[in-house]
């Protein structure tokens, strides 16, 4: 099973994950995080676990665990 | 199959630089290749003056926050005393190319063996932006009101290039953060210059163009296109020297 985990607290609503989605799976939530920014939301069903807005994150907000792993080499 | 992502363990933390600030991008790829060469226990970062100084709040690591623009001083020292530890320079424009350039020129010069990798984001972010050795000609800053002329000022310096043709070092490269594929590469980079340090192979150099929204005045995303169509063709991204084994 992979998860994909936000952190909302550390996320300063900047828009880079968005942009590089594949798969349109990242919204702006309605939410304001203790911050003031609209923390990220992803929509599980359309997300494939790659990685991709981990990358572009300059605030360390998302973790993915791949069958209770996480980290380590490409 | 999926990929496992984790914020190395040494940066898990909040920084606090401004929303799509580069910095944060960077600071974990090197995070993540000292843990994938099992350094990250083994480190001292020496950190310039500027918002890399905005790390020393987050980075879980033995660290010094050097004289302005003198880490690349300090980063010799710190190797020639403690050969055994990896040492890491991280130094912005400002602070490694205009305020502290004599230092960062004379260890590259002696090719002192450590790694460093400077933020180029053709400004002093810090401060509010004033002009650096980095920023683009006609490029408007609170010290270039009217753009920056060239004829005044000298041409925007080119660190790698000159370092990789003028002195013997061991790995001189230039990266950027603006896409998946570009922060892949980097990261390849960082890691081959840590891995020169490791080596004993000498000095190496990864200059990153990063994009400083809150200066430019531009959105993350349009600060990423600014390096994409404005930065990348006067600073090209590439390897400038390679290693020698490799
Ligand atoms: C001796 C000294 N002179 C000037 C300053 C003010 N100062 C702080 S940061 C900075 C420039 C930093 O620019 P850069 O290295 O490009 O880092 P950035 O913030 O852009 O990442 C300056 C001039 C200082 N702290 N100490
Ligand atoms: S893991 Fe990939 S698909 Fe899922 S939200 Fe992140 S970028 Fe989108
Ligand atoms: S890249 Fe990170 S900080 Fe920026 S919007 Fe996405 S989750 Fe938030
Ligand atoms: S001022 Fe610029 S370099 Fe400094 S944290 Fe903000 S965006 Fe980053
Ligand atoms: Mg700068």
Known sequence: MDV??????????????????????????????????KPVQVDDAKCIKCGICYTMCPDGVYEISHNGESGGED | ?????????????????????????????????????????????????????????????????????????????????????????????????????????????????????????????????????TTMPGQVTTTSPLGRDCEITGNPLKFPELVASQFDVAFAARGAVTSPKNINKLKKYIKNGLEAQINGEGYSVIEVLSPCPTNWKLSPLNSMKRIEEELIPYYPLGVFKERKEN
């Open chain 1, 4 to 37: 994909i985990t936000v952190k909302e607290e550390r996320c300063k609503e900047c828009g880079l994950c968005i942009a590089h989605c594949p798969n349109e799976a990242l919204s702006f939530s309605d939410r304001l995080n203790s911050a003031g920014y």
């Open chain 2, 1 to 133: 199959m999926a990929k496992a992502r984790k914020v190395p363990a040494i940066i898990d933390n909040p920084m606090s630089f401004c929303p799509g600030c580069g910095h944060g991008i960077v600071i974990r790829l090197i995070a993540e290749c000292l843990e994938e060469l099992e350094q990250d226990q083994n480190l001292i970062f020496a950190l310039g003056v500027g918002c890399s100084s905005l790390l020393g709040g987050g980075l879980v690591t033995d660290r010094l926050h050097c004289p302005h623009g003198r880490a690349s001083a300090v980063a010799t020292g710190m190797k020639r005393v403690q050969p055994e530890n990896t040492i890491v320079a991280y130094q912005g424009d400002g602070d490694a190319y205009s305020i502290g350039i004599a230092e960062t020129i004379n260890a590259a010069y002696r090719n002192e063996n450590f790694t460093m990798v400077a933020i180029n984001n053709t400004n002093y972010g810090m401060t509010g932006g004033q002009m650096s050795w």
